[in-house]
């Protein structure tokens, strides 16, 4: 089983939908959990972070984690044509360093 | 702030030679990582320093890789021989803590491949 674990996609969706993008990750012991947004050819770079169960809202953008069924996930309202990207779920298990899950594509269709 | 530089950011090379990757990590930064990216495994940690000491080197997947950071203001992924398997895209990051709080800031990348 992988350490985490996403749908590689693609996902698509159109414009003005809302995009759900889903992780899972093994080890339970895993506090802090991160979204990276990788558009093509580019670098990562951080979109999201949350540490506690619940919803967090930043902008167009929310991350949902639920410890108990060890998933997180982001959800992007209003998607837009510039929102398509792979989108990379990243969680920091225990005496670990961060780990990346392979990434899910979005595109979002105009 | 100039953010985390690499280079080069291509290089071609053949098998058996050798590859140096070069990262210059932001400054104030304590802590450096270097990241394997394929389509086949996604983004793999190969290491990670703190304070210029490599402490967790687990991802590093044979002794043909070393990597160093002979001061807080460069680092060095080396590759001998190198071999085909080896072409992907390797970043480099760094961050002001090991990444559970503050976020890894990635360079461009260096894009090899090896014939």
Request: net charge neutral.
């Amino acid at each position: 089983q992988k350490e985490v674990e996403q749908n590689s996609g693609p996902l698509s969706v159109p414009e003005g939908a809302i995009a759900s993008l889903n992780c899972t990750y093994s080890d339970r012991g895993s506090q802090s959990f991160f979204w990276y947004r990788q558009y093509s050819g580019k670098s990562p770079e951080l979109i999201m972070f949350i540490y506690s169960n619940g919803d967090k809202e930043d902008g167009r953008f929310t991350a949902q984690l639920n410890k108990a069924s060890q998933y997180v996930s982001l959800l992007i309202r209003d998607s837009q044509p510039s929102d398509s990207a792979t989108y990379l779920c990243a969680v920091f298990p225990p005496a670990r360093q961060l780990t990346f899950g392979s990434g899910t594509q979005l595109t979002v269709l105009p | 702030d100039a953010g985390v530089i690499q280079s080069p950011r291509h290089e071609v090379t053949e098998m058996g030679q050798e590859v140096t990757l070069r990262c210059k990590p932001i400054s104030g930064h304590n802590s450096l990582f270097w990241y394997r990216q394929t389509m086949m495994r996604g983004l793999e940690l190969l290491i990670y320093f703190n304070n210029n000491v490599p402490i967790d080197d687990s991802g590093m997947p044979e002794d043909r890789f070393s990597a160093k950071m002979p001061n807080a203001s460069f680092s060095t992924l080396k590759i001998q021989p190198s071999e085909p398997r080896d072409s992907a895209v390797y970043f480099c990051a760094s961050s002001l803590d090991r990444g559970q709080v503050s976020p890894l800031h990635f360079g461009n990348g260096t894009r090899l491949t090896v014939t």
